[in-house]
């Protein structure tokens, strides 16, 4: 499917398309990089910006990540999902 196609099906231009992915191997990992994403450093994060057309009006995706994590993001979301159970056991 072309850009215009996905656009007038959906309403949406640059969608995410995860198997358009670039894979990057860095020092400190893998970095994954998307053609219609820019990445960059600043003050010490890793910062990915993109655009979006979406029905009409333009959004500014920023997505900021410290360069040196204390976490991994699958532990931030063990902990969230770890926080959502004791809410609703003291809940109920």
């Known amino acids: 499917m072309t850009e215009l196609q996905e656009y007038i ?3 949406m231009l640059g969608a995410y398309h995860p198997e358009n992915a670039i894979l990057r191997q860095e020092e400190d990992g893998i970095n994954t990089i998307f053609r219609d994403s820019e990445s960059l450093e600043w003050e010490g994060h890793y ?3 993109r655009k979006m057309l979406i029905g009409g009006k333009c ?3 920023s997505s900021v ?4 994590p204390t976490t991994t993001p699958t532990d931030k979301m063990l902990e969230l999902i770890d926080a959502e159970l004791k809410k609703d056991t003291r809940a109920g």
Request: proline share 8%; no cysteine.
């Open 65 to 68: 990540f410290p360069s040196h």
């Open 9 to 11: 099906t959906t309403g």
């Open 59 to 61: 959004f500014h995706i």
């Open 47 to 49: 910062v990915r910006e």
